[in-house]
């Protein structure tokens, strides 16, 4: 069965140290995999997608096929990163998503 | 820029009640769907939508149904509320291209 994976429901991280969130997910054909994010008052959106290969507010996130991960990476952490992170599964291109259970992000000052 | 608007940001109902969430989207998307999002559990999917008149099961539909008359409206209905559907409920829409557009989420406590 299709699943995805965050291992961490909360991740505490100093500013200016590096952030990494985790992902695994299970699919036996070709996934397509998102980050979404979830700022206090604000509406879940987008993060960033692993086809675009794009770096969005800082953060990258790396599809790796043998280890069946997309982990959601920064190298210095800012204030305005804690968030809820979400790391979500597409199957096909109009077809549901499936998302993980989400780690809440929280940058210690 | 894609607009998702949910009827109300905040709902009180009692037990046994029907409730109406309203979800409405402005970009002409064929996609929407209904998910609860609970601590701890993450966004679960309720009910999709790929057209007009046409819905498909999520993974947790028990309690719930919807009805989709128009492309731009997609509603939830909770035919007889109770205290576990106690939750925050997000819509989105999408077309084509993965990308889902969520509203701003409608919290809903039942008494």
């Known amino acids: 069965a299709q699943r995805v994976t965050q291992p961490e429901k909360l991740l505490s991280v100093f500013k200016g140290a590096p952030v990494e969130l985790k992902c695994n997910y299970s699919y036996s054909g070709s996934p397509e995999l998102f980050w979404y994010v979830q700022y206090s008052r604000q509406r879940l959106q987008l993060l960033l997608r692993?086809?675009s290969r794009e770096s969005i507010k800082g953060f990258t996130a790396d599809l790796n096929k043998g280890e069946t991960s997309f982990h959601l990476k920064k190298p210095f952490a800012q204030e305005e990163d804690s968030a809820m992170y979400y790391c979500?599964?597409?199957?096909?291109?109009?077809?549901?998503?499936?998302f993980g259970k989400g780690t809440r992000l929280h940058i210690l000052p | 820029d894609v607009k998702v608007t949910q009827s109300s940001r905040y709902l009180v109902k009692r037990t046994g009640e029907k409730v109406f969430l309203e979800c409405v989207q402005d970009?002409?998307?064929?996609?929407m769907f209904w998910y609860r999002q609970d601590p701890g559990l993450g966004l679960r999917l309720i009910y999709f939508s790929y057209d007009v008149k046409m819905k498909e099961k999520g993974d947790i539909p028990e309690g719930y149904s919807v009805s989709r008359e128009k492309k731009e409206r997609f509603s939830l209905i909770l035919e007889s509320a109770s205290t576990n559907q106690t939750s925050m409920y997000l819509c989105a829409s999408s077309s084509g291209t993965a990308e889902q557009f969520f509203g701003p989420g409608t919290r809903l406590t039942v008494l």
């Open positions: 970009m002409d998307h064929e996609n």
């Open positions: 692993h086809i």
């Open positions: 979500a599964l597409i199957l096909n291109r109009d077809d549901k998503i499936i």
